[in-house]
C-alpha cells in the first residue's frame, strides 16, 4: 500500500533536505565550524611591540643624578668652593660609572651616550665661564678652551653620524684615521686617566681662586680717596672698592684667603700636562672629523657630477 513506508524511507524523510550548492561548514582551528569556501576575518590582535623605558634605564638614570649633582655645585660654586668642589668632583666620577652600568646590564643606548657627552661638555663649560670671572686676566683663554671643546665634539658627532651611519658610535675611530684618538676611545683606562686630570686641573685652579688675594692684589690694598685728605672720615674699604656687594670685585673679594692654596697648586702642577694633551686631542679631533667631512663632500660632488673624477675638490 502507498500508505506503508519502509524504515528506511522514514528515516530519509526525517532527513533535512541539502542543497548540494550549499557549501558545508568544516571546522576550524579552534574547534567552531566555519563554512567551507567562505573567507576568514583577519584577527585583530596587533603583535606586542618592544615597551622598554629607555629614559629610565639604569645607565641614564646615574646620568640625570649626574646633572642634579653639577647644578647643585653651580650653585655653591660662587662662595663655597669646598661644597662646590664635592659635588662637582662626584658627578664628573659618575662618569665613569655610567658606562660600567651600560655594559654589565647591556643598556648601551644612543640616548645614553648623547646624554653622557651633552653632560660633560655643559659642565666644564660653566667652570670655565666661572674661572674667566675669577681670572680675569686669562678670561680670553678659558673662552677659547670652551669654543674649542664644543666645537671639537660637534664636529667630531657629526662626522660620525653622516659618515658612519647611524649605527656608528662616536667612540669607534678607526686607527687608520687616527692612532692618538683610537687609543683615546678605545682604551677606557686611558679615557678615564685624560678626562680625570683634566677636570682636576679646573677644579685646581677654581680652588685658588679662594686661597689666596694673588688674583688681583689691589683690592687688599687701603684706598685713599679725596675726602680723606681734607680731613672728611673716608668710607669703608667695601663701599670704597665697589657700590654693589655682587659686584664682581666684590665676590673677588670675599673668596680671597678663605683656604690654604698648597694642594690646589700641586694637583695644578700634577694634572697641567695632562690638560695640555687633552687640548691637543681636542684639536687633532677637529681637524680629523673637517676632513672626513670634507671626504664625504669630494665624494657626492663626484657622483652628482659637479666635479669630474680628474678634478682636485677641495
Request: hydrophobic share 45%; net charge positive.
Amino acid at each position: 500500500m502507498s500508505s506503508i513506508r519502509t524504515r528506511g524511507q522514514r528515516a530519509a524523510a526525517d532527513q533535512p533536505f541539502v542543497d548540494p550548492d550549499t557549501p558545508t561548514p568544516q571546522p576550524n582551528g579552534n574547534g567552531k565550524a566555519r563554512m567551507n569556501g567562505s573567507a576568514t576575518r583577519p584577527s585583530t590582535q596587533k603583535p606586542k611591540q618592544n615597551t622598554e623605558n629607555i629614559f629610565l634605564f639604569i645607565p641614564n638614570l646615574i646620568g640625570y643624578s649626574r646633572i642634579i649633582l653639577a647644578v647643585a655645585s653651580l650653585y655653591y660654586m660662587p662662595l663655597h668652593p669646598r661644597t662646590c668642589s664635592f659635588l662637582y668632583s662626584i658627578s664628573a666620577l659618575l662618569d665613569a660609572l655610567d658606562g660600567l652600568a651600560a655594559r654589565h646590564f647591556n643598556q648601551s643606548t644612543k640616548f645614553g651616550a648623547v646624554l653622557d657627552m651633552v653632560t660633560d661638555r655643559c659642565t666644564t663649560a660653566c667652570l670655565l665661564v666661572f674661572l674667566s670671572s675669577a681670572w680675569p686676566r686669562w678670561s680670553l683663554l678659558f673662552q677659547g678652551l670652551i669654543s674649542l671643546d664644543l666645537a671639537s665634539h660637534y664636529i667630531h658627532m657629526f662626522a660620525t653620524l653622516t659618515m658612519g651611519g647611524a649605527a656608528q658610535s662616536h667612540k669607534k675611530v678607526d686607527s687608520s684615521r687616527s692612532k692618538i684618538l683610537n687609543l683615546y676611545y678605545t682604551n677606557n683606562k686611558v679615557l678615564f686617566l685624560i678626562c680625570a686630570l683634566d677636570q682636576i686641573f679646573f677644579i685646581a685652579l677654581y680652588l685658588l681662586s679662594f686661597s689666596s688675594p694673588t688674583l688681583s692684589p689691589s683690592l687688599l690694598q687701603p684706598v685713599v680717596s679725596a675726602a680723606a685728605k681734607v680731613g672728611v672720615a673716608p668710607p669703608t674699604p667695601v663701599a670704597s672698592l665697589f657700590a654693589s656687594p655682587y659686584s664682581a670685585a666684590a665676590l673677588e673679594l670675599a673668596r680671597a684667603n678663605k683656604m690654604d692654596s698648597f694642594w690646589p697648586w700641586v694637583l695644578a702642577g700634577v694634572s697641567m700636562p695632562v690638560m695640555a694633551a687633552k687640548q691637543a686631542i681636542n684639536v687633532i679631533q677637529l681637524v680629523k672629523a673637517s676632513k672626513w667631512l670634507a671626504e664625504g663632500d669630494r665624494k657626492a660632488r663626484r657622483e652628482a657630477g659637479i666635479v669630474g673624477s680628474d678634478k682636485k675638490g677641495q
